[in-house]
């Protein structure tokens, strides 16, 4: 069996519909979509150690079935340069986490490479009630909630299409590099794209899948953020 397929059938058992982000990345991984690495710690002591093999800086966030939006809880931390760094953060994270919500399971925090900064995009899959499977790409931030500069194409996408939808973006010449952003890897993004419409097709239980964000690098990209929910 697939690890996806494990994953998604470990998911139902336990009643959950959403996937926890180390789950969305495995998932993504299989499919051949770039994730920043990670590592889940249940102590302390254990996510200083897995900062030092993972190596400085790296982002701590919250893992719990019923927190999915982290910031939101005060259970992302970013840039975190020292191992004492490191276990200060994860008691705020596990303190934070419970002031916003007291009954909420805490399963551990993920520990997870800095990526740096870059030019953010988003891809999302959906499946929409009259023409099924359907994944969307946008640049991350004010592009897609304030201008909705956004494109949708029906799965399953040819590489043409995954190209077509970004550069019909009106933002597409960001993607090309302007002024003092550097040109984002096209090819890196259509792969991404393609990937997902793959995933989202073979595994139709997913209701939706949110990648969010994605850094977009001269050479390559690392998606930052996954979210998988299950019908
Ligand atoms: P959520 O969307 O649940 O609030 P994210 O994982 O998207 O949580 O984290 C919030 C923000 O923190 C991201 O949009 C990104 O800007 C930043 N961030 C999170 N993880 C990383 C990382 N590994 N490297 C760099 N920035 C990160
Ligand atoms: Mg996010």
Redesign the pocket.
């Known amino acids: 069996m697939s690890q996806t397929t494990e994953i998604i059938k470990q998911a139902k058992a336990e009643g959950r519909k959403v996937l926890l982000?180390p789950e969305a990345k495995a998932v993504c991984a299989e499919y051949g979509i770039p994730v920043?690495k990670?590592l889940l710690a249940k102590t302390e002591k254990e996510a200083s150690a897995m900062a030092q093999q993972i190596g400085f800086p790296?982002?701590l966030?919250i893992v719990s079935p019923d927190i999915?939006?982290?910031?939101?809880a005060g259970?992302?931390f970013?840039?975190l340069k020292t191992a004492a760094d490191v276990v200060a953060g994860y008691r705020k994270i596990v303190e934070n986490a419970a002031k916003y919500k007291a009954d909420a399971k805490i399963l551990g925090v993920l520990v997870?490479?800095?990526?740096?900064?870059a030019t953010?995009v988003i891809v999302g899959g959906l499946k929409d009630p009259q023409f099924g499977q359907t994944v969307m790409f946008g640049l991350?931030g004010i592009f897609v909630e304030l201008l909705k500069d956004v494109n949708f194409r029906v799965a399953p996408l040819s590489e043409q299409d995954a190209r077509d939808m970004i550069t019909q973006l009106k933002a597409y010449p960001l993607l090309v590099g302007y002024r003092k952003t550097p040109p984002a890897d096209i090819d890196a993004l259509v792969s991404i794209i393609c990937n997902t419409s793959r995933l989202i097709m073979e595994h139709s239980e997913i209701k939706e899948l949110d990648l969010?964000?994605i850094?977009a690098y001269p050479k390559g990209a690392k998606t930052?953020?996954a979210?998988i929910i299950l019908e």
């Open positions: 982000e920043t990670s790296v982002v966030k999915i939006h982290k910031t939101e259970g992302v970013v840039n997870a490479e800095m990526a740096p900064q953010e991350g969010n964000p850094m930052v953020d979210r």
